[in-house]
């Protein structure tokens, strides 16, 4: 099989997984989800991710998830998938995504424990050599790679990128560096938009956008922006939009997901304030506190299309 090593670029749409009002997954909600980050262009999407609530799926609506995505994307652009966790489900779900006959799959931290470099290597190796998808490596919480051990898996055609969720500039320096011209990158951090800015000149060209579920014109006006050396709109994105709603998502554990849930409700997409546990739905001040933004950010930076009820 032949592997391009190639990683989406751009504004990555990281859906989330809506669920009814009897906690069961909506797949019609997601499709409108997809089918709406689609339209405003986004260059990929990543379904059944952390935005995706992977922590909180069984196998059953993992596959719905990845059915009701390929139905709606169409090939349009890269289709990726998240594995991890337990390191047999990750291999199980590697499996069933090659089956499905996704662009890849982006390789989540391992469950719970800290392990050494070597058992770090050990746990993506199984994952990786398990299907001839293009992976990408994510650095986060409890899979953290050095330089050193990252040298041993680009050697598999498999890899094609390094999405960092971790935030240790020095390493990312390094890594950028050293594998410039046998990797890609991706900004994973939590609200990325806050730190494109130190990751772009690394050569991070892509990042995933929790904004971008409800608000995708003003993420990419904020990227363009970046790109183009408009320091000024990014300057006033940061004050406006993005600062205010990073500030929310810091005042609760969980928020990083729920959020973005309240977020799309609030502009009247088909997706209620809801989450599986731990996480919970976002607290009725904060959410009206979130909706005074939206709509102040809505009003400064309407879209050229009508996309909210």
Do not use: W
């Not at 990797?183 to 990325?192: K, S």
Request: with cysteine.
């Amino acid at each position: 099989m032949s592997i391009e090593k190639r990683i989406p670029q751009g504004i990555a749409g990281f859906p989330v997984a809506p669920f009814n009002e009897g906690g069961e997954l909506d797949v019609d909600a997601l499709k409108v989800n997809i089918e709406f980050l689609l339209d405003e262009g986004l260059e990929s999407i990543f379904i059944a991710c952390g935005s995706g609530e992977y922590q909180s799926l069984n196998l059953q609506e993992y596959e719905q998830m990845i059915d009701t995505a390929a139905d709606a994307v169409r090939g349009r652009v890269p289709l990726y998938t998240g594995v991890g966790g337990n390191i047999q489900e990750a291999i199980v779900k590697a499996k069933l995504s090659e089956k499905k006959q996704v662009d890849g799959y982006l390789i989540l931290p391992p469950y719970l424990i800290e392990g050494e470099q070597e058992g770090v290597l050990q746990y993506y190796t199984s994952i990786i050599t398990s299907t001839n998808l293009n992976a990408i490596i994510y650095q986060r919480n409890n899979a953290i790679l050095k330089a050193d051990t990252v040298e041993k898996l680009v050697d598999y055609p498999q890899v094609v990128g390094l999405k960092d969720g971790h935030g240790n500039m020095e390493l990312n320096i390094e890594l950028t560096h050293r594998f410039e011209n046998r990797l890609e990158f991706l900004n994973g951090m939590p609200m990325a938009e806050v730190t494109m800015p130190a990751y772009h000149p690394l050569g991070f060209h892509g990042y995933s956008s929790a904004i971008s579920n409800y608000i995708p014109h003003i993420s990419r006006k904020f990227y363009d922006a970046l790109k183009n050396g408009d320091q000024e709109t990014v300057k006033d994105i940061y004050q406006e939009v993005i600062f205010p709603i990073n500030n929310i998502r810091k005042k609760k554990k969980g928020y990083a997901v729920s959020l973005i849930k309240a977020g799309m409700e609030i502009v009247g997409l088909p997706v209620n304030n809801t989450a599986r546990p731990p996480v919970l739905p976002v607290e009725p001040a904060h959410y009206e506190e979130f909706k005074d933004i939206l709509q102040k950010a809505l009003k400064k930076y309407p879209s050229k299309r009508r996309l909210y009820s």
